[in-house]
């Protein structure tokens, strides 16, 4: 593939970006080991696509994680919880795939030895699901 071949590539899936980061990430991962590309470095090259360097590089990392297992299809930010909690197993891609937000949100703080949804007695309308930063140890409400 030539570095032509390759832009014009990772510029067609930029375009339809939402159906799949993973064929972006892989040709980001040919381009960055190939050095496949024309400009002078990989930086300048993903910035020439309008990617940030972090983007990039956490889903190269994700896919390097993940290379094994078929993860076409499956939302992006839990194929990166994925790789960020190392569960790189059949098992959880499998339930990356298929569990719905809630089980896999619950999954996840499992895992993290937090208490689950269904553990709480409280109406759902009194609930709040907050995290605790491990660094400054401020709360943040959920999705921050």
């Keep these: 593939m030539t570095p032509e071949e390759l832009a014009d590539l990772i510029d067609k899936e ?16 040919i381009a960055r080991d190939t050095k496949c590309y024309t400009e002078s470095s990989f930086r300048k090259f993903i910035a020439a696509r309008g ?10 990392n994700t896919v390097v994680a993940l290379n094994q297992f078929q993860i076409e299809g499956i939302e992006p930010g839990r ?4 790789a960020n909690l190392k569960l790189c197993t059949e098992e959880w891609v499998e339930k990356a795939r298929l569990l719905p937000e809630t089980a896999w949100k619950d ?5 993290r030895g937090l208490v689950t ?4 007695t409280h109406p759902a309308d009194k609930r709040k699901t907050v995290t605790q930063c491990l660094d400054c140890r401020k709360w943040l ?3 921050k």
């Design 117 to 120: 949804s269904d553990a709480c």
């Design 14 to 29: 930029k375009a339809s970006m939402a159906a799949n980061h993973v064929h972006i990430w892989n040709a980001l991962l």
């Design 51 to 60: 990617f940030s360097h972090s983007w990039c590089y956490n889903g190269i």
């Design 141 to 143: 409400p959920e999705g």
């Design 107 to 111: 999954s996840l703080r499992e895992v």
């Design 79 to 82: 194929l990166k919880a994925l």
